[in-house]
């Protein structure tokens, strides 16, 4: 199902998330339209973004917006219409669990200049609560363990190690 501008449905969003961003501040579905309101800027204090256009931006959406699987929520300053907060939950559908969901806690940030206000534990909240929502028996995420005490604060348990293996040559993808 697609939602025009919003990535998904915004009903699927808790009153409990909405009701702790400050005044002048809205938490919601990544829109079409962020990318003029500074969601890649936001996205750059995580991590090497990488040249993203307005098309590529707007071909990626669509491709998240169709597979129903990408849960992407942004804090939006309504004075200044910048995305100053952002997480994602992607859902995995599973064999094991009889064949239940798993939600993956990613690319969590907060821009520059707005850390301390509690927007990456409210997308945390957020994201937890989307992970019920679409019927997730877990959600995880993987993060530096200089960032364990931060996560431990939002009510995720330390449960492992994270391995990773990158393919050859791929800097942009």
């Known amino acids: 199902m697609v939602f025009n501008n919003s990535l998904f449905d915004s009903s699927l969003l808790g009153t409990s998330a909405r009701s702790m961003v400050p005044a002048n501040h809205v938490i919601r579905p990544l829109e079409l339209t962020d990318f003029r309101k500074g969601y890649i800027e936001c996205l750059s204090n995580l991590t090497v973004v990488g040249e993203v256009t307005e098309e590529l931006f707007a071909e990626s959406f669509e491709e998240m917006q169709r597979s129903g699987n990408y849960f992407v929520v942004v804090v939006e300053d309504l004075e200044t219409e910048k995305v100053v907060a952002s997480g994602t939950l992607v859902v995995e559908q599973k064999f094991i669990r009889m064949c239940g969901r798993v ?71």
Not at 110 to 128: D, E, H, N, P, Y
């Open 103 to 173: 939600g993956h806690i990613e690319d969590v940030v907060v821009a520059k200049g707005q850390q301390g206000k509690r927007f990456g534990f409210t997308i945390i909240k957020q994201l937890r609560e989307l992970g019920v929502v679409t019927g997730c028996y877990k959600s995880i995420l993987d993060c530096s363990e200089e960032n364990v005490p931060f996560y431990e604060k939002c009510g995720l348990e330390n449960k492992g190690i994270q391995m990773a293996v990158y393919a050859p040559n791929t800097t942009q993808k």
